[in-house]
């Protein structure tokens, strides 16, 4: 495989909606979720009434590349050979004494069915999108509040938290008004969603003027993906696209046949009987990636049409993608944007107003890097018996290099490029920060004593 990647080479282009094409303020949608989740687990479920209050800084637990041990309560970052690197019973961080004794010095036993992506499980659950990542903290008190009340040894709360997750994001809470989520966003769009840079809409219509066929495929309802759309792009954000999907439920869109995950057309917001094959691009619900590559091939007259595919999930987005479509895929990774060694001088200098809207609630950007967990690309493992410890990859890290072509913090970052620009792709070949754009975390930079990793 060619070591440069470059747009110009792509026939079509597809985004992801949440956290891709529409930004969110991210303090301020990560406090909503933890209270549309804390709220139904007080109200439906019993839980302790003091789960509804957050203090300022607590969000620092919330740090990607999580996985939630269930039946422990422990919350593990793994290596990239899955060992445990640091782990918290609850919110409290357990030692290094405490991680050995529980996971010795080896793989962690579920290691291989998540790092084959599997991630429907009653062991564990894998934190790797913003959307999930508040019931994280949420999930960790909530053991901190069974051990003070009732002692326990092994835990059963995560069926109230599917409950929680499923009862706020299910397809009809947007037109029902319910849930907290929901309606929130309806009636303060502004307070949670990042309009579209003008740099990024231009793009966009150039890349349609370059004969690039566009695709927004996204998890989110129709209804729910109009509201963003209208709010980030304008009234016409449907010019913008060839083909819209909702519902597209990934990462089961890339990995079901099309008999499994058929086409659906949609009236008002409702989904319409299923159809045998997609002729036409148009607005869509549901679907599958085989019969999507069909009409591709039809509409570029390409026997292999190239793809490639932006989003900010490893798991539903970019490893799916990858594995089952073998599209290129770009990874939009904020935490690009917090784990420089240095503040950017572009951040510093920053009118106020612009800054200030991430002071609001007083909560820190999730995409800082968490003071508890440290690097989402670098970690210490403990020597053992007075060895010197030694630095390791997470296996977050080792994700984007072996799944995604190339990762940048926003598509702000690429959009005033040249659509011919050749960027250096990750491949197994090339230096660890090869692929990342504009520029490696400073984590991977191998002056790591410049790194502070607490």
């Known amino acids: 495989m060619q070591q440069h990647f470059s747009l110009a080479d792509c026939d079509v282009m597809g985004f992801d909606l949440d956290h891709t094409l529409c930004r969110y303020h991210l303090p301020q949608s990560a406090r909503l979720i933890y209270d549309s989740f804390a709220q139904y ?8 009434k003091d789960l509804l209050t957050l203090a300022p800084d ?20 793994l290596a990239e050979d899955g060992t445990v690197l640091r782990a918290s019973h609850g919110t409290k961080s357990m030692t290094s004494e405490e991680i050995l004794e529980t996971y010795g010095r080896r793989e962690w036993k579920h290691f291989n069915t998540v790092s084959g992506m599997v991630s429907r499980s009653a062991k564990y659950y894998l934190y790797d999108n913003y959307f999930d990542l508040p019931g994280a903290l949420l999930c960790a008190r909530v053991v901190d509040s069974l051990d003070q009340h ?53 793009w966009l219509k150039q890349l349609k003027s370059a004969g690039k066929i566009l695709l927004l495929i996204t998890s989110s309802h129709s209804d729910y993906c109009r509201l963003l759309c209208e709010h980030i792009l304008g009234n016409d954000f ?15 869109f890339f990995s079901h046949t099309p008999n499994q995950r058929p086409f659906r057309t949609l009236e008002n917001d409702e989904e319409q009987e299923a159809l045998l094959s997609l002729d036409k691009p148009g607005w869509y619900s549901q679907g599958n990636a085989i019969q999507l590559y069909e009409l591709l091939k039809k509409m570029t007259g390409k ?48 009118p106020l107003e612009k800054k200030g809207k991430y002071e609001g609630d007083q909560l820190k950007a999730p995409y800082f890097v968490s003071k508890q967990w440290g690097s989402f690309f670098m970690d210490r493992l403990p020597g053992l018996e007075n060895a010197e410890e030694t630095l390791v990859h997470t296996w977050s890290c080792k994700c984007i290099s072996t799944y995604s072509t190339i990762a940048i913090p926003s598509l702000e970052a690429i959009a ?39």
């Open 41 to 48: 687990l007080v109200t439906e479920k019993g839980y302790d």
């Open 150 to 202: 009732d002692g326990q040894k092994k835990y059963d709360f995560w069926k109230d938290m599917v409950a929680a997750i499923q009862h706020n994001y299910k397809i009809t809470a947007f037109k029902e008004d319910c849930g907290t989520y929901f309606p929130e966003v309806k009636n303060h769009p502004d307070k949670y969603l990042q309009r579209c840079p003008e740099s990024v809409k231009k």
């Open 58 to 77: 607590s969000l620092d637990f919330c740090c990607k590349g999580l996985v939630l041990d269930i039946e422990e309560g422990n919350f593990l970052k």
């Open 238 to 252: 449907e010019e913008y696209f060839d083909i819209v999907i909702t519902n597209a439920l990934k990462p089961g």
């Open 416 to 454: 005033d490029l040249p659509l011919d620009y050749r960027f250096t792709r990750f491949s197994s070949n090339s230096s660890a920060t090869a692929g990342y754009y504009p520029s490696p975390p400073g984590a991977l930079l191998p002056n790591e004593e410049s790194v502070t990793m607490k």
């Open 303 to 350: 026997l292999d049409p190239k793809v490639v595919y932006f989003g900010d999930s490893m798991h539903s987005d970019i490893f799916p993608a990858r594995h089952y479509s073998n599209w290129e895929t770009v990874f939009i990774l904020e935490e690009l944007l917090g784990d420089q060694v240095t503040v950017s001088a572009e951040t510093e200098s920053e």
